[in-house]
């Protein structure tokens, strides 16, 4: 038979308000400028139809899609807005969206390496990464992998830019090398690659699977943000705390414990665990130690009594 093992007595209601805040949990998180191709990404390599268009801020919010490659393996992405120089200070969508990236493994650096807003993506990848080093040290330290996108509207023969004193063609660098040659390190590679027409996807999602399996990230514990217990109980009433010298006893009262015995079966291990908490981080022990409460002597808290033991 199942019985319910802790109970508490029922006391004055209690009301909260709350914001819930949602993160995201994905393994691998895409950023970008806006317009790079960071929805097309999504949308080519996973289940996922975000809106792709050629204006900025298109995503509104973030899309999630499973990339699967096969045999069972399987990551989860999520694209997220666009960002742009002075996310930090709000510009564009500002950084509002950077929580769901907190806890990415990876993530997939979208530069548009054609160019075809004209900016120039080793310019677009130190000023994001400037931006996430504002937001967070965690985040701007995530591992990041280049997706160099749009190749296929680069030409495929160099163009020629200018023209030299000698009457030669100077010829413009191809970008995706000038991307390769400014950003690439041993622990940060670039794949070249075009949601459009598919090329290099597939490449670019087994490394980041492989290298998901790589890194081994210690667990990430996250500080728990909002203890109901806590905000609830440990509020802001009044209590006393005095010494009863007609029956030589410690005496707890006021609002603020009313309260907390409201919420709480003192018969219960559970409970009692909780209201030992209460008497500390309320500062009830350091009143009953002030007031010279010694070993075995009691303490009346309503219709309780308890012998004090430090
Ligand atoms: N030719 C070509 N166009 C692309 C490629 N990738 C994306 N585009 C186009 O670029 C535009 C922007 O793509 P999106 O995927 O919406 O860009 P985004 O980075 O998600 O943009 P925001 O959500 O606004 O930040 C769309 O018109 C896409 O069709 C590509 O590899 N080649
Ligand atoms: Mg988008």
Redesign the pocket.
Same mark, same amino acid.
């Given at each position: 038979m199942q019985a319910p093992k802790y109970a508490k007595p029922g006391g004055p209601a209690k009301t909260a308000e709350v914001i819930l805040e949602l993160k995201l949990i994905a393994d691998v998180g895409i950023i970008?400028y806006? *317009?790079?191709?960071? *929805? *097309?990404l999504l949308k080519a390599s996973t289940n996922a139809n975000p809106e792709?268009?050629?204006y900025?801020? @298109? @995503?509104l919010s973030p899309n999630l899609g499973v990339v699967d490659l096969g045999d069972g393996n399987s990551f989860v992405l999520a694209?997220i807005?666009?960002l742009i120089e002075g996310a930090a200070d709000g510009n564009g969508l500002g950084l509002e969206f950077l929580r769901h990236i907190e806890r990415n493994r990876i993530l997939i650096h979208?530069l548009d390496a054609a160019s075809v807003e004209g900016r120039d993506p080793v310019e677009d990848f130190y000023k994001i990464n400037e931006e996430l080093a504002k937001y967070s040290n965690d985040v701007a330290s995530i591992i990041q992998v280049i997706a160099a996108?749009?190749i296929?509207?680069i030409p495929a023969e160099p163009e020629a830019i200018d023209i030299d004193e000698a009457g030669e063609l100077i010829y413009a660098e191809d970008p995706v090398e000038r991307i390769r040659k400014e950003l690439e390190t041993e622990d940060r590679k670039v794949f070249p690659i *075009? @949601?459009?027409t598919g090329k290099g996807i597939k490449e670019l999602m087994s490394f980041v699977f492989q290298k998901l399996n790589e890194i081994q990230v210690p667990e990430k514990i996250f500080a728990q943000e909002y203890d109901p217990d806590v905000q609830i109980v440990n509020g802001t009433e009044p209590y006393y705390v005095t010494y009863d010298q007609k029956n030589d006893e410690y005496v707890v009262e006021g609002p603020r414990i009313e309260k907390m015995l409201g919420y709480t079966n003192l018969e219960s291990e559970k409970g009692f665990a909780f209201f030992q908490k209460f008497m500390k981080e309320n500062g009830i022990l350091d009143e009953l130690t002030k007031l010279g409460i010694n070993d075995g002597d009691t303490v009346r808290i309503y219709g309780f009594a308890f012998e004090y033991y430090k």
């Open positions: 970008g806006p *317009s790079v191709g960071k *929805s *097309s792709c268009a050629d900025h801020f @298109t @995503t694209d807005p666009g979208v996108n749009k296929d509207l *075009s @949601t459009a």
